[in-house]
C-alpha cells in the first residue's frame, strides 16, 4: 500500500516511483518480504495484513520487479530521502537515510548520512524502557541475513535477560554496551569484532535499604567473538502455495557466549584485572565453565593480575593468580561474588593507616 504526492508507472519495466516532492511517501510493506533484513517479530501471529506490515516513510521509493523473470515478489526496493521504517506487531523499528533491498538476491543496505546513523532498536516485550539497538554508519545485509557487516565503530545494545515468569514477571535488568573499532561481522551465529573492542556491563540489585543500585564493569580487548543463539530459519519455514519459504531472520540475537582475548582488562567495583582471555557465559551449554552468568579471566604467559581496592577501603591488595571467577550481583544476590585459582597475594595498607 503507497501514499504519495505523486506516483509514476512504467508499464513496459512493470517499475513504479513514488515521489514525496514536498511530503512524505508512506509505505506499508508486508512484514515478510522485509523479515530477511528487519528480522522476525517476536509475535508472528497478526490477525490482519496490516497488523504484519511495516510502516515506511520517506521521501522518494522506486520499486523494480528481477529483471529475468519480472517477478514482482523478487525485485528491488530503493528509499531514498530518509528511511523511517516501524513494525507495529513488536515495535521494531530502523532508521536511515536511504535503504536499498534486493529480495531477489537477498541482499540490503542501510547507510546514514552526517550526524545522523543507521539505527535499528527493539525494545523487549516486557519492558519497553529496555531498548536493543545498533548505531553504525552503514549496514549491509547478505545472504538473506546470514551475514551482517557493520562500519567501523559501531556500538550495540543488548539486554541478555532471562525471560518472564509466572513468579518474576520482570526478570532483573541486564545490559551490555560494545564498541568496536573495526566493523562488527555476523557470520551465521558467530560475531567476529576486531580492533579493540569494549563492553560495558550493568545490573541492578536491591542494596540492605531495599533500594535499588546500579552495579557497573567494564571490559576491554584487542579481539572478541560472541555466539548466538540466532534464529536462522523460523520453524515453521515450509513452502507456502504461492512460493518458496520464509526467509531466514537475523533476529532475536541472543547472546550465548562472549569471549574477549589479547590484552585484556576487567574493571570492576575498584579493582583493576589484567589477563589473556576473559569468557562470560550468558546463556547454559554443555560445558559450563564459567557457569552461566559469571566471568572467568584466565592467564596466559602471565598469571592474571589484580590491583585496587573497595571505595573507602584505607587498604588496597596486588595479587598474581591462575583465574579469576567473577560473579555480578543480581536480586537474589545483591554482591559480587570472586573466586580465585592459585595465588599469590600482597596486602598493603595506604593514606598512612
Request: with cysteine; proline share 9%.
Amino acid at each position: 500500500a503507497i501514499r504519495a504526492p505523486r506516483l509514476e508507472f512504467d508499464l513496459g519495466r512493470g517499475s513504479l516511483d513514488a515521489f514525496g516532492d514536498d511530503a512524505l511517501t508512506q509505505l506499508a510493506v508486508p512484514a515478510a518480504a522485509l523479515q530477511q533484513f528487519l528480522g522476525a517479530p517476536d509475535d508472528a501471529s497478526a490477525d490482519t495484513w496490516r497488523d504484519g506490515a511495516v510502516e515506511v516513510s520517506c521521501t522518494d521509493f522506486h520499486f523494480a520487479p528481477e529483471p529475468v523473470s519480472g517477478a514482482l515478489d523478487r525485485g528491488t526496493l530503493r528509499f531514498e530521502g530518509g528511511f523511517v521504517a516501524l513494525r507495529a506487531s513488536d515495535g521494531a523499528s530502523a532508521t536511515a537515510a536511504r535503504a536499498r533491498f534486493d529480495l531477489a538476491r537477498g541482499e540490503g543496505r542501510l547507510d546514514g548520512a552526517d550526524g545522523a546513523p543507521v539505527q535499528l532498536m527493539r525494545a523487549l516485550p516486557w519492558a519497553v524502557e529496555r531498548v536493543e539497538r545498533l548505531v553504525a554508519d552503514w549496514v549491509q545485509i547478505e545472504k538473506s541475513g546470514a551475514r551482517i557487516r557493520c562500519a567501523d565503530h559501531a556500538v550495540a545494545v543488548v539486554h541478555p535477560e532471562d525471560a518472564p515468569t509466572a513468579q518474576k514477571p520482570l526478570p532483573d535488568f541486564r545490559r551490555i554496551v560494545l564498541r568496536t573499532g573495526d566493523g562488527p561481522d555476523l557470520i551465521g551465529e558467530r560475531l567476529a569484532l576486531t580492533g579493540g573492542v569494549e563492553f560495558d556491563f550493568e545490573w541492578e540489585s536491591v542494596d540492605d535499604q531495599g533500594a535499588l543500585e546500579q552495579r557497573r564493569a567494564r571490559a576491554a580487548g584487542d579481539r572478541a567473538v560472541i555466539d548466538f543463539e540466532r534464529v536462522l530459519s523460523p520453524p515453521a519455514a515450509t513452502a507456502t502455495p504461492t512460493g518458496p519459504p520464509p526467509p531466514p531472520a537475523f533476529l532475536p540475537l541472543r547472546p550465548r557466549l562472549l569471549t574477549l582475548t589479547q590484552h585484556v582488562t576487567f574493571d570492576f567495583e575498584g579493582f583493576h584485572l589484567a589477563g589473556a582471555t576473559l569468557v562470560h557465559r550468558l546463556l547454559g551449554g554443555d560445558d559450563d565453565l564459567p557457569p552461566p552468568g559469571w566471568f572467568l579471566l584466565k592467564k596466559g604467559v602471565d598469571r592474571v593480575a589484580l590491583d585496587g581496592s573497595p571505595a573507602e577501603a584505607p587498604w588496597q591488595v596486588a595479587l598474581g593468580t591462575e583465574y579469576v571467577l567473577v560473579k555480578p550481583p543480581s536480586s537474589a544476590s545483591p554482591e559480587f561474588e570472586v573466586k580465585f585459582g592459585p595465588t599469590s597475594a600482597r596486602l598493603e595498607a595506604r593514606r598512612g593507616e
